[in-house]
């Protein structure tokens, strides 16, 4: 006796719609459990060299060597989205809600109202998944296994966020702030919630954090937030809230979807790898680690005898920027210094360049390490592990032959 075909869900034929750029013919028809072969094509306005982790939702991260520009260019700024995006969002309809117990009053704006009230600011931002590396923990980590990609520096433009709150008013008992956006939850329940973090009020008031609707000078891609976005830097890139809709002003540590249990939190002291650790136990993560990136070479270089290398990439951290680069090639028992450039402004990665002599033909490991402001530096292997597989900020490291 035949079997009743099943076919898939309407949410995840419009995540696949999505992905593909355009709407898929005869979709309904799709049987339950098969991947539209289209996805193993480049995601529509991203370069096609970004490295598809997932595909619903949409994730997809950056290899080291297509992060080379001084500023991440669009197409090649990694995607970490935890639902499916609206569909088709239009700026001159879109609106911001500030409201919550700590607001003295509730207040909406047009996204034409902001731009035209409120003093416009342009940032280069460094944003970075919680989640970077996580590919390498072990025992292994649950969530995207990114390795090293989720990662990007843009110039920013939009409005500072502490200009909108305080239009609205800021009572003195608030806490910390919240955001909600108009992306739907991937069982297609439009009532539920995808994710909705926050941050303390003090990093809220601080200069460089905006309400951007733009990007290297340009409209935001819809994968990273269009039309309206928060941006936070030096914080988990969960923070930074994208298809912005309402903000709340909270008298308690905001605690929306994905703010409480043990998501974007680490053990508050270290614990051994595999360790079960309660909800209780796990700390949010604030500021994130430094770090640094070789983006040229490409890992697997070769070169001739003889011959001498120049490298480059980036570095960065919190608040406290990068005060030292260095480099290795004998797997960490001694290190060389980088020339290091200084930051455009607080929170935007910094360049670094050297120029590497070998002493003999065969294989090498180019290890890089940046120290931050207030002498942090990274770690040659995985630092402690987590239950989530967050904070991974040890050396970045790529080979290279000598013949």
């Given at each position: 006796m035949p079997t009743r075909r099943r076919f898939i869900s309407q949410a995840t034929l419009t995540a696949f719609s999505f992905a593909l750029g355009s709407r898929i013919v005869y979709g309904n028809k799709l049987p339950e459990g098969i991947v539209p072969i289209g996805l193993n094509d480049p995601i529509k306005g991203k370069h096609p060299g970004l490295t598809i982790l997932n595909d619903r939702p949409v994730n997809a991260e950056t290899p080291a060597?297509?992060?080379?520009?001084?500023?991440?260019?669009?197409?090649?700024?990694?995607?970490?989205?935890?639902g499916i995006p609206p569909e088709n969002p239009e700026a001159g309809n879109w609106s911001l809600t500030i409201e919550g117990e700590s607001a003295r009053q509730s207040k909406t704006f047009?996204?034409?109202?902001?731009?035209?009230?409120?003093?416009?600011?342009?940032?280069?931002?460094?944003?970075e998944c919680g989640g970077n590396g996580r590919s390498e923990f072990n025992p292994p980590a649950k969530g995207n296994q990114w390795s090293t990609g989720a990662v990007g520096c843009a110039a920013w433009t939009g409005v500072r966020l502490k200009d909108v709150l305080q239009s609205v008013g800021v009572k003195s008992d608030a806490v910390y702030i919240g955001y909600y956006g108009a992306d739907t939850h991937l069982s297609g329940n439009l009532s539920k919630t995808v994710i909705s973090r926050g941050v303390p009020i003090k990093k809220a008031m601080q200069e460089e954090s905006l309400i951007a609707w733009e990007m290297n000078g340009e409209p935001l891609p819809l994968l990273n937030g269009f039309p309206l976005r928060l941006i936070f830097g030096g914080y988990p890139a969960s923070a930074s809230g994208k298809w912005?809709?309402?903000?709340v002003i909270r008298n308690q540590v905001?605690?929306?979807?994905?703010?409480?249990?043990?998501?974007?939190?680490v053990?508050?002291?270290?614990?051994?790898?595999?360790?079960k650790v309660a909800d209780d136990e796990m700390c949010i993560i604030e500021k994130m680690p430094v770090k640094s990136l070789i983006t040229f070479p490409k890992t697997g270089a070769t070169i001739k005898s003889g011959q001498q290398l120049p490298i480059r990439g980036h570095a960065w951290a919190a608040d406290a920027g990068v005060s030292k680069m260095e480099y290795s090639i004998d797997f960490g028992s001694t290190?060389?210094?980088?020339?290091?450039?200084?930051?455009?402004?607080r929170f935007a990665w910094q360049h670094f360049s050297a120029n590497?002599?070998?002493p003999e033909n065969g294989y090498y490991e180019i290890w890089a390490r940046a120290t931050d402001g207030e002498g942090n530096s990274q770690p040659m292997i995985l630092p402690g592990w987590n239950p989530k597989g967050y904070l991974n900020n040890a050396c970045h490291r790529i080979a290279v032959r000598v013949v």
């Open positions: 060597h297509l992060l080379d520009d001084p500023l991440t260019p669009n197409d090649r700024f990694f995607v970490r989205n935890n047009t996204l034409a109202e902001l731009k035209a009230n409120f003093r416009h600011h342009t940032y280069q931002i460094t944003l912005l809709n309402r903000i905001h605690d929306g979807p994905k703010m409480t249990g043990q998501a974007y939190r053990p508050c002291k270290p614990v051994a790898p595999g360790a290190w060389q210094t980088s020339r290091l450039e200084n930051a455009a402004n590497i002599d070998f």
